[in-house]
């Protein structure tokens, strides 16, 4: 029998997370509610997985966004769903094109489209199931394809953005401390002897170089297990909400990153409220998809606390209002909207605003981040120099008295 890892909301609104085995993923998730929890994920639990799925979310993001792009285009045509699934895993490998399978035979069996999805939670996330589930109610799922192939790609390109901003930056920082390694272990090591055996007095900068050049030596084992930490870290913040929410509260900490942060969370707030509005649902229900599609651990909080003021009767500007992680522009564009009657319009224009403000921060902070480390690298570069000419220079003084 099978096992399956699982996540899990229970009636406090504490998530859980464990494995279990049972004869399919959609049993578990039966079982799971009649327990009284709200399941969230149910996904085949292997080493294999838990070790390589990382390494190919990219590309089977890509190939679920190819997928979605292929679906968009064959429903309007009058192509029947399972016809349209069967022909859309044409472009999906691996096990994105095994879980089409499966959830082409669930729709011939007369399942929900929406349904079929949420067994299939590490691909299709909350915002996927619940637009298409939006979609089949207001019985334009047509459309709600298509809105989910412009979200995705526009996640991807904002993605891809980010990334290409920080790449040189990236690369500058890891030649700098290559740089800076090969000079205090293997440069410095072989002046030791000659400008300790030389009898003459070291400059002040020149013992201090030396004296840490050698606590790093003597340290060399513990240096070592650095970069075990940093990944044990890594692990720790994407395995675990905790980890995640600690992750989340340093990045809103950091001066400059919490800014960027900030529109970033306020951009994808937006876009989801907006997109599942315009996809026909209530805006409580729009907020409870966004709450399970935000990822970020205090975003998703703040949403939490929007969602009950707003069914307790308050305005959504209101209840952003009070927000103390979202701008306070994007209380004021929610406030436009709901005056106008507008707010899907005016939601998905503050998306595009604080995406555009995310991509001009991001690429002002490695433009800035470019110089500084080459500043901070050459700075460091020049005192080791300097303090060895010093010394040098003094040895060569002494040989002449």
Do not use: C
């Amino acid at each position: 029998m099978p096992t399956f890892a699982y996540q899990a909301v229970d009636g406090s609104g504490k998530r859980l997370r464990g494995q279990a085995q049972a004869v399919s993923s959609g049993a578990l998730a039966r079982t799971l509610e009649e327990r009284g929890l709200f399941v969230l994920d149910v996904a085949e639990w292997n080493e294999a997985a838990r070790g390589g799925a990382r390494g190919f979310r990219l590309g089977r993001r890509r190939e679920v966004l190819e997928v979605t792009r292929a679906l968009a285009a064959l429903l309007p045509v009058g192509m029947p769903l399972a016809q349209a699934l069967n022909a859309a895993s044409g472009v999906a490998s691996g096990d994105v094109k095994s879980s089409l399978q499966e959830v082409r035979a669930r729709v011939e069996r007369g399942d929900p489209l929406s349904v079929a999805l949420a067994e299939h939670g590490s691909l299709f996330s909350p915002l996927y199931v619940g637009l298409v589930r939006a979609g089949e109610k207001s019985g334009d799922l047509d459309a709600a394809f298509q809105r989910l192939a412009d979200q995705l790609e526009r996640d991807e390109h904002l993605r891809g953005k980010i990334l290409s901003a920080a790449i040189y930056p990236l690369m500058l920082a890891t030649a700098g401390s290559v740089a800076v390694t090969v000079l205090l272990f293997f440069v410095l090591p072989r002046f030791v002897t000659l400008l300790e055996g030389s009898g003459a007095r070291l400059p002040k900068s020149t013992s201090t170089l030396l004296a840490f050049s050698a606590a790093l030596h003597r340290a060399w084992p513990v240096l070592l297990l650095i970069p075990f930490f940093i990944a044990a870290f890594a692990t720790w913040v994407r395995g675990s909400d905790n980890g995640r929410r600690v992750w989340s509260t340093i990045m809103l900490a950091l001066p400059g990153i919490s800014t960027l942060r900030r529109y970033a969370l306020a951009g994808r707030f937006a876009r989801l409220v907006g997109v599942l509005l315009g996809g026909g649902a209530p805006l409580l229900t729009a907020l409870d998809d966004t709450i399970e599609s935000i990822g970020d651990p205090n975003a998703r909080d703040d949403v939490v606390r929007i969602r009950t003021r707003v069914r307790e009767g308050s305005s959504l500007r209101a209840a952003v209002a009070d927000s103390t992680l979202f701008p306070p522009m994007l209380a004021q564009l929610v406030g436009v909207g709901e005056d106008a009657g507008q707010l899907r319009t005016f939601l998905m224009k503050s998306a595009d605003i604080f995406e555009e403000r995310t991509e001009r921060a991001t690429s002002r902070l490695a433009t800035l981040a470019e110089p500084a480390m080459i500043i901070m690298f050459g700075a460091i570069v020049a005192f080791v120099a300097l303090s060895l000419l010093q010394a040098i220079y003094g040895i060569n003084a002494n040989s002449f008295k």
